[in-house]
């Protein structure tokens, strides 16, 4: 199973960017799943988790500004992020709780996406 995040890039001060996260191998269904991000000399923090029946969380720092959403025919996950600050600049994680099939059976386990930069500056 992999997890492939894009959409980094660099924007100014209060643009917009959104992020794609596709799950992809021998997947069984997917749970929970979510964005995290780590700012330089900083520790990886959450930035948004979504259900698998959509039941969203937010840190407070980014609530009202970035929208997270899935599409689970697709095993994609999004992170809109608008209004966009110097301190959002970071690498993001795409994290996903999934169920595979492996050797006639299925386990659960927790994956990673590579990261995704982004910066936001002037």
């Known amino acids: 199973v992999q997890l492939q995040a894009s959409g980094g890039g660099l924007v100014q001060p209060g643009g917009s960017l959104r992020l794609s996260c596709a799950a992809s191998?021998?997947?069984?269904?997917?749970?929970?799943m979510g964005w995290y991000r780590q700012a330089p000399g900083k520790q990886r923090e959450l930035v948004a988790t979504?259900?698998?029946?959509?039941?969203?969380n937010y840190a407070d720092s980014v609530k009202g500004r970035f929208t997270i959403s899935r599409d689970n025919a697709k095993n994609t996950l999004w992170l809109q992020m608008s209004s966009l600050k110097p301190e959002d600049t970071a690498v993001y994680y795409c994290?996903?709780?999934?169920?595979?099939?492996?050797?006639?059976?299925?386990?659960?386990?927790?994956?990673w996406g590579q990261g995704t930069l982004v910066t936001v500056s002037s």
């Open positions: 994290n996903a709780d999934i169920r595979v099939y492996y050797g006639g059976t299925t386990y659960r386990n927790d994956y």
């Open positions: 191998g021998s997947i069984v269904s997917i749970n929970s």
């Open positions: 979504i259900t698998s029946n959509d039941i969203t």
